[in-house]
C-alpha cells in the first residue's frame, strides 16, 4: 500500500529569505536576495516528502487575497490541495541569514481565523485526516486560533486514532504537548523554555525530554543545531551527529527537512536509527540551498553516509 501523509499549515506564509554578513542595527543594511517562496512549515515538509516521492495533501488557512502563487505550487509539485480560503491575506515572513550569526525572522501577522471559519477547518480535517497514514502539524497560531482551541483540536486527532507529528513553538507548542501527539521535535531551546530552566549537555536534554516523553507521547526527539539531534522513544534512545557542513547557504527549511525525514522513514518502515540518520541527512543537505526539497536524491548519500549514529544506554 502507498504511504499517504498529510500536513497541516495553520499559519501559512511567503518567506522572504536574504543573506548578509551581519546586521547593523539602525543601519541601512544591503541584503542579497535569495528567494520569495510561498512556504510555511507544513508546506515545507510536504514538499521535501513529494520530492521524495511521497504522495502528499496539504490544509490550513490561506488568505484567499493572495492564494495565486500558493495554488500554482500546489499545482505544480503535485500536491493535493485541502486548504481553506479566509478573508484577508497570507502574510510575509522575512528571513535573514547572517554569515557570521544565526537567522533572524521578522514575521508579520496575516489573515484573522474567524470562530466560524475555525469550526468549519475543525469539522472538515476531523474528516480528511483519518485517510492518512500520519498528519504533520507544523507551524505557529494565526490570529483568531488560541492554544487552548489548538490543544482541543489535536487531542480530537489523537482520539481518532490518527498519527500526529507536532512541529511547532512557544503557546502553540506548550499548548499541542497536552494533546499527546505522535512524534514532537523541539529544539534544545524549545525543551529548554518547557522545563522552565537550561539544559547543558545531552544528558540532561535526555532527562528533560523523558519527563515529556512521560506524559504520554511516544517519540520524542530533540534537535539541536549543528550538534545533531536525539531520539527517545518507547525502546531505545538514539543520537545522530550529521557532518560538519561546509558553505552554508540558510538555515530555513531545516527542520521542516529533517521533519519530512523522519515521516518518510517512518512510512518506510526503517528502523528507528536508520529513519534518524536519513533526517539528519536531508536536513544538512537544506542548508546548502535557498529553498527547501530535494532535487536528487542521490545528493543525499555522501552526506548520509558521514551521519554518525550513537545508541545510547537509557
Not at 502563487?69 to 503535485?78: I, R, S, W
Not at 525572522?105 to 483519518?130: A, H, R
Amino acid at each position: 500500500m502507498i504511504a499517504k501523509v498529510a500536513t497541516i499549515t495553520l499559519n501559512a506564509a511567503y518567506d522572504l529569505v536574504g543573506r548578509l554578513k551581519r546586521i547593523e542595527l539602525g543601519e541601512v543594511n544591503t541584503v542579497e536576495t535569495l528567494g520569495l517562496f510561498p512556504a510555511g512549515k507544513g508546506i515545507n515538509v510536504a514538499k521535501v516528502l513529494k520530492d521524495l516521492g511521497i504522495n502528499v495533501a496539504v490544509g490550513g488557512f490561506l488568505g484567499q487575497d493572495n492564494v495565486g502563487d500558493f495554488e500554482h505550487m500546489f499545482q505544480a509539485l503535485g500536491l493535493e490541495d485541502k486548504f481553506q480560503r479566509v478573508t484577508g491575506k497570507t502574510r510575509i515572513n522575512v528571513k535573514i541569514t547572517e554569515t557570521e550569526a544565526n537567522v533572524t525572522d521578522l514575521n508579520f501577522l496575516g489573515y484573522e481565523i474567524s470562530p466560524t471559519d475555525w469550526l468549519k477547518f475543525v469539522e472538515s480535517s476531523l474528516e480528511y485526516c483519518k485517510q492518512f497514514d500520519i498528519v504533520a502539524v507544523c507551524g505557529s497560531l494565526p490570529r483568531g486560533v488560541t492554544p487552548e482551541r489548538f490543544s482541543a483540536w489535536l487531542a480530537q486527532l489523537h482520539n481518532a486514532g490518527i498519527k500526529v507529528v507536532l512541529d511547532s513553538s512557544n503557546a502553540a507548542l506548550s499548548a499541542g504537548l497536552n494533546a499527546n501527539p505522535w512524534l514532537v521535535k523541539p529544539n534544545h531551546r524549545e525543551l529548554e523554555t518547557w522545563i522552565g530552566h537550561s539544559l547543558n549537555g545531552i544528558d540532561e536534554i535526555i532527562q528533560a525530554a523523558k519527563k515529556l516523553q512521560a506524559q504520554g507521547i511516544a517519540n520524542v526527539i530533540i534537535s539541536m543545531g549543528a550538534n545533531g539531534s536525539v531520539w527517545l522513544s518507547e525502546n531505545s534512545i538514539v543520537q545522530a551527529e550529521p557532518p560538519k557542513c561546509e558553505n552554508v547557504v540558510s538555515t530555513v527549511g531545516a527542520g521542516d527537512s529533517m521533519v519530512a525525514g523522519l515521516i518518510y522513514g517512518s512510512v518506510n518502515n526503517y528502523s528507528q536509527a536508520d529513519t534518524l540518520a536519513f533526517a539528519s541527512a536531508v536536513s544538512a543537505f537544506a542548508v546548502l540551498q535557498s529553498n527547501v526539497g530535494v532535487s536528487d536524491r542521490k545528493l543525499l548519500d555522501p552526506i548520509l553516509a558521514n551521519v554518525k549514529i550513537t545508541m545510547i544506554e537509557g
